[in-house]
């Protein structure tokens, strides 16, 4: 299967080798026994006679059974008659299921030692992925529903290991994911050299369980090619995924409620994400998974129809993610692009946001029935528009340039218009349309919101000042058409933006490199004198690094790198700049800043990486993480 980890997958003998696989007594326990129980059922060619009697020999696997078959038993004589008629009743597969379950509850909740909130937590996303792995293996003709149902239960269990061997640093890792665009699974790739995924497919390949099982935990945080890995095995993962995914937006993570797993484009191969009924599976899913709660005592979320819908709006937004992060939009953008008309691609002559507005509204005026184009920066975190200066749109006065036009619950028809990415007329029914019309001293305009694929870029308001004709429908479709292409036409310019940005990054850190830094430095330094400012600049580098990479290779030297970038970078203030100087050396350029103060940022500099080296001394036995800063004012 070819995945897309951000760092390598380490081998079965490197696996063995680490601490979590030799040191951990409770989880070996465990895999002996999921080997067994799998041992027993896998022995087809007996009868359910035989597979009785070998099953009274396990206590807990012959209790699991009777408790959990839901098998009216009353009649049989003896404990190995009341077994086979629930092997017989049930199937080979599903009593394999009930005590892999029973197995795995034992160790999570009873034997491991997670804090009781983390325990259930996890239990009771499990069993929820479970489920509604079983549904949707149901829903799209997945056949194996058992195997579908183990993969959603056991897809985490790798997390239980790492967490075990490092149970300090694992709790504030769960944090630091919360913020961060890496799955949780290549965050731990980066602290501990391997990420749950791996470490749970190592441990279920060892415990006998099938190479699909195995391949779809392996991969339930990657994005796969299915040729390499199998049409089954493909389908199966995208199970996994959508189950996880579900579960998350209904309140049910595994043990932190900010993160979130990813959802791959190419899922919708497998799954018409579109007509998916996810409502109706998590009400088709309840009954089971509340007889599941009451079995293993734990709550289950609420209002689980307002989070339904939920899902799909966070459905989208995940598609749309996707979809930019594997560049897929720019060929689907380049086909629609051709079938519009002229005005059309006005917007695409330019990569330039100013032209973009001068060429488009100038054309709005000369081929619609509007006189002024009024334009508004849209903020989506406090649902404002704000007036702005663009270029080719109407000039405000400057006691409204920056004014912020609040949108509450009672403008309803701008609501709409930003919801429904088309045009409304207003006529100042509602307060904000009230503001706005008075603003330009009209009666009457329409309101526009300027969207592209990724996001809504801002608000247009459009008035008839000279022009008194009738706005037909053709026109208001053609309004609609032509202010989308002027928001996939921001969205390529900021696509531009980024890739310059990207020319100017140190590709290991993410941060200025040498080229762009010297740049920068040079116009904060004539900024400085020009204007009579502070400036501060600070050295920073890394004690020792040379023996990093003797001790423990060039490859971990660059991950030492990669996690101390964002430490410095997240330790000073938002008007300032850091840069890889070349090497282990960051140079931070800290506008506005005197000595002491440039010092105290230092410091918290300093204390920052010391905490990061304190949560890897595991990861670099003998070999402490610190740093030496120099500051000149």
């Keep these: 299967m070819a995945m897309n980890n951000a760092t390598p997958t380490l081998s079965t003998a490197e696996l063995e080798k680490l601490p979590l696989f030799q040191d951990n007594s409770v989880f070996r326990a465990l895999s002996q026994r999921m080997t067994r129980i799998n041992a027993i059922i896998s022995r087809r060619s007996q009868s359910a006679a035989q597979l009785a009697r070998e099953i009274c020999r396990d206590e807990m696997l012959a209790n699991a059974v009777l408790h959990f078959s839901d098998t009216d038993t009353s009649h049989e004589d003896g404990l190995t008659g009341k077994l086979k008629r629930a092997i017989v009743l049930h199937g080979f597969n599903r009593i394999r299921t009930l005590g892999i379950e029973l197995a795995f509850f034992d160790a999570v909740v009873e034997r491991i030692g997670l804090p009781h909130a983390m325990s259930s937590h996890f239990w009771r996303h499990s069993m929820m992925v479970a489920i509604l792995s079983r549904a949707l293996a149901k829903s799209t003709q997945y056949k194996d529903h058992n195997i579908a149902y183990l993969a959603g239960l056991l897809h985490d269990i790798g997390k239980l290991p790492l967490y075990l061997a490092h149970t300090e640093t694992y709790e504030s890792l769960l944090d630091v994911t919360s913020h961060a665009e890496l799955s949780i699974a290549d965050q731990e790739r980066k602290l501990f050299g391997v990420g749950h995924d791996t470490v749970g497919a190592h441990i279920l390949k060892q415990c006998g369980f099938s190479d699909r099982l195995c391949c779809a935990v392996d991969s339930h945080h990657q994005r796969y090619e299915s040729s390499s890995s199998g049409e089954q095995c493909a389908h199966l993962t995208v199970i996994v995924q959508v189950a996880d995914f579900i579960a998350w937006t209904q309140g049910a993570g595994s043990w932190s409620e900010k993160a979130s797993p990813m959802l791959p484009a190419r899922s919708e191969k497998y799954i018409d994400l579109d007509h998916l009924n996810v409502p109706g599976m998590i009400a088709h899913s309840t009954p089971k998974l509340q007889q599941a709660a009451e079995r293993y005592q734990f709550s289950l979320p609420n209002n689980r129809k307002i989070k339904g819908n939920l899902f799909q709006a966070n459905l989208n937004l995940a ?159 053609d309004l609609t058409a032509l202010f989308h292409e002027i928001g996939v036409a921001l969205d390529n310019a900021r696509h531009l933006s980024r890739a310059n940005r990207k020319a100017s990054t140190d590709k290991l850190t993410g941060l200025m490199n040498r080229g762009s830094l010297d740049e920068y430095v040079s116009s904060a330094f004539n900024r400085a004198l020009r204007e009579k400012s502070d400036l501060a600049m600070v050295m920073v580098d890394i004690d020792y690094f040379k023996k990093f990479n003797d001790r423990f290779g060039h490859q971990e030297g660059d991950r030492v790198l990669e996690l101390v970038a964002p430490v410095i970078k997240k330790s000073i203030r938002a008007d300032g700049v850091v840069g890889r100087y070349g090497g282990e050396e960051f140079l931070l350029v800290l506008n506005n800043t005197n000595l002491q103060q440039a010092m105290a940022c230092c410091e918290r500099v300093r204390n920052s990486v010391a905490k990061l080296g304190h949560s890897l001394n595991k990861r670099f036995p003998g070999r402490p993480l610190s740093i030496s800063l120099g500051v000149a004012a």
């Design 319 to 477: 598609r749309l993610r996707s979809q930019y992060l594997e560049l897929k939009e720019e060929k689907d953008l380049a086909m629609a692009r051709e079938k519009r008309a002229k005005i059309l691609l006005l917007p695409h002559q330019s990569l330039n946001p100013e032209t973009i507005f001068k060429t488009t509204l100038k054309a709005i005026k000369k081929d619609m029935p509007f006189d002024e184009v009024w334009l508004f920066h849209f903020i989506k975190q406090t649902r404002s528009m704000v007036a702005e200066v663009f270029p080719g749109a109407a000039s405000f006065d400057p006691e409204w340039i920056g004014h912020q036009f609040s949108i509450s619950p009672k403008d309803q028809s701008v609501l709409a218009s930003l919801r429904l990415r088309k045009p409304v007329k207003i006529d100042g029914r509602t307060p904000l349309e009230d503001k706005l019309l008075k603003m330009v001293g009209l009666a009457k305009g329409v309101v526009m919101p300027i969207a592209g694929q990724e996001r809504i870029h801002g608000v247009a308001l459009l008035v008839q000042r000279v022009r008194h004709k009738p706005v037909d429908l053709h026109e208001m479709e």
